[in-house]
């Protein structure tokens, strides 16, 4: 029997019929059953691929909200820096010549920067602390969208995400409160503004009494032929035989110092006293030559006293009046020194010259006398000296411009004037340097505010977010069911899911700020293109936020020596002044911020459920929490409510306006939010 069995399947060694009708038979019936189990499995998979959806679209609500909270900060800070940088440069430019017309309108520019940025700092602060009370909220709306997202024809899928934890820790002090006051600054900068140009113009007046000093002084060509011009470096350059060292040339009164013109007379009146001689052999040749000699010793002697003293607070000088004329000789001690050698012929004394007189040869000597002694009495017959002849040696070289005399005494007069304007611009200066220190320190107590706490990024969500999804019961197609197999229903199917953001490594193109403004020139319609520098101070500030310090410090220097030097009196107060305003940028000492990118990626559900503050107690929780989802529901408060986990809807209408980033050329960039249709769910910030 048993053989006859198997005779049925087999005969000479091959199959019969019977045997490859079972084969056939059985492979279909594998077909089939294997066809409906990956079905099955495909149709369980979907509903994680649609849990899996709604933990990245909630995730991504939070990433927008990270990026357009750090736009916010970046447009705040770098606002305010912004502001002072303009301000620090115009109250230095006040006191640089040529730069006084722009430097009050920098600084009211600067001022108003400040006020923009105080008034968008209230306004961000409100918007994203009220944008965080519904960041729950629109976390389960956006999820519940990408959940539904995932129907078919024959399969509908309900879910939503709840953000982990559910209460926010930001801190929006730090912006709320700290607007700065900037009316110290105004007074300030408007009582240097005034101050400088006092002693700007007191300067001007000293540069212009110093010229004609030099003027007198050494005014004309070096490279001319002497007569070319009329000086006191020319006419000693006539008249001796000084060295060009003990006989400089100045081409300007800008090198120049009154002391060098001092030091030319005193080599001058020493070199003409050294070599005085008779210009011939007469008696009145060297009556003249004893009347120079002597005039010579009293110049040397009184030149020699001579003085210009600064010593930072105030300048003193003393400069002889050298006599023109024997009205003038007779206020000087050339009128009553006696010197003179005098003799008596036939009973009636005379005064000489000196002892080479003839007639005081043929006298009887009678010892020395001043000619104010003889002034008005006969002269000696031969030499005629008196006190004519002492005020006959300036009176020529002091009235024409072809004597030293003549330039020395322009030169004592433009002294006298320039003394008198310098110690004024002192007294100036030391005024515009009072203002100064005022101006620097109201700067630096102002700046100082920007130095705090900055604002704290702690949103809902932060640790990540738990997405349940849902699906219904469900039968085979008719395609799949058959006589080899029997149709198969699928009941309610659910899965979690969960994501966390995860920072990506930042670059020049791929940061917080570049992904922002990547899409500012769109929606703004071109005008705000800071990465092209319209906005210029702002948009170096702004993107360069990951560094701030070092783009500020670095724009400040730039800014300040892009104003132009300045020399003298408001030269060095300019100099300090800048100094100043950028120690005080310097000293914020801003730490430099994470610009990396967050985005949402997948992982395990467990490590989100027991992070700190989770709302949702454990695995087991989540999914009785799962099972209690109602099919087919839509709105993400019901389903939040079904989960136990409470959502408010605190914003009305369809766009929320977190904030306005002002631009310091006009107008402004909203950063929004999309409630209707949450696509992007931050507009402005994604």
């Known amino acids: 029997m048993g053989r006859a069995g198997i005779d049925l399947f087999i005969e000479d060694g091959a199959y019969t019929t019977l045997s490859s009708a079972v084969v056939i038979l059985a492979v279909l019936t594998l077909l089939f059953s294997s066809t409906a189990a990956i079905w099955s499995m495909s149709r369980a998979g979907d509903t994680q691929v649609a849990a899996d959806s709604g933990a990245l679209a909630g995730a991504n609500v939070v990433s927008s909200y990270h990026t357009a909270a750090t736009v916010v900060d970046a447009s705040i800070l770098s606002l305010g820096l912004a502001g002072f940088a303009t301000i620090g440069t115009g109250l230095v430019a006040i006191l640089i010549p040529g730069a006084e017309p722009v430097a009050g309108n920098m600084v009211d520019t600067g001022i108003e920067i400040i006020k923009t940025r105080n008034k968008f700092a209230k306004s961000a602060s409100e918007g994203l602390q009220k944008i965080e009370t519904a960041l729950p909220y629109l976390i389960a709306a956006r999820a519940t969208q990408a959940v539904s997202a995932q129907d078919t024809d024959s399969v509908t899928y309900t879910g939503t995400a709840l953000a982990v934890p559910r209460a926010s820790e930001s801190d929006f002090a730090a912006l709320k409160g700290s607007e700065i006051s900037i009316d110290t600054i105004k007074d300030t900068s408007d009582d240097l503004e005034c101050a400088a140009e006092e002693l700007r113009k007191a300067s001007e007046d ?65 070199w003409r006293l050294t070599n005085e001689k008779p210009h011939g052999s007469s008696v009145e040749m060297k009556a003249e030559s004893a009347a120079r000699k002597a005039f010579y010793t009293y110049a040397s002697a009184e030149v020699d006293r001579a003085h210009i003293t600064e010593n930072g607070d105030r300048v003193s000088s003393y400069i002889p009046l050298l006599p023109r004329n024997s009205d003038e000789v007779r206020a000087t001690e050339l009128y009553t020194d006696a010197v003179w050698p005098t003799s008596v012929n036939d009973d009636k004394a005379y005064l000489h010259y000196g002892t080479t007189c003839p007639n005081y040869k043929k006298g009887t000597p009678n010892g020395f006398a001043s000619v104010a002694d003889y002034d008005g009495q006969d002269k000696c017959s031969k030499c005629h000296f008196g006190v004519l002849s002492l005020g006959a040696v300036a009176a020529p070289s002091t009235s024409i411009e072809n004597g030293f005399e003549y330039h020395f005494d322009e030169f004592k007069k433009a002294l006298e004037e320039y003394v008198k304007c310098r110690n004024k611009e002192l007294e100036l200066m030391r005024q515009t340097e009072d203002e100064a220190n005022r101006a620097g320190n109201a700067f630096d107590q102002a700046i100082k505010a920007l130095s705090g706490e900055r604002p704290r990024i702690a949103p809902p969500g932060r640790n990540g977010v738990v997405a349940f999804a849902v699906s219904g019961a469900i039968s085979s197609p008719d395609e799949l069911n058959s006589s080899f197999n029997t149709a198969i229903r699928l009941g309610d199917r659910g899965a979690i899911s969960a994501a966390v ?136 408060k019901a389903l939040c409510e079904a989960l136990e986990y409470q959502v408010e809807r605190t914003i009305s209408g369809t766009v929320f306006t977190l904030a306005e980033i002002p631009l310091p050329g006009g107008g402004s960039v909203p950063l929004t939010v999309d409630v209707a249709t949450l696509v992007g769910a931050l507009g402005g910030g994604s």
């Open 206 to 270: 000293t540069a212009k009494a110093k010229e004609r000093a030099w003027l007198a002084d050494c005014g004309g060509s070096d490279k001319g032929s002497v007569g070319s011009c009329s000086c006191m470096w020319e006419r000693a350059k006539s008249l001796t035989d000084l060295s060009g060292v003990q006989n400089p040339h100045y081409s300007s009164s800008v090198t120049w110092e009154p002391q060098v013109a001092l030091d030319r007379a005193k080599d001058y009146y020493h």
């Open 501 to 636: 953001l995860a920072p990506d490594e930042a670059t020049a193109q791929n940061n917080v700020l570049s992904r922002f403004f990547s899409t500012l020139k769109e929606r703004s319609g071109g005008v705000a293109d800071v990465l092209d520098g319209v906005m210029d101070v702002w948009g170096r500030l702004l993107v360069g936020y990951g560094d701030i310090q070092g783009s500020a410090d670095e724009l400040m220097d730039e800014m300040i020596k892009g104003r132009g030097g300045s020399s003298g009196a408001l030269g060095s107060i300019a100099s300090w002044l800048g100094d100043t305003v950028s120690a005080s940028m310097a000293a914020l000492g801003l730490e430099p911020c994470d610009l990396r990118l967050r985005k949402p990626v997948l992982t395990d559900s467990a490590n989100v459920i027991k992070s700190p503050g989770s709302d949702i107690a454990g695995l087991s929780q989540a999914q009785d929490k799962l099972r209690s989802i109602p099919l087919g529901v839509t709105d993400p």
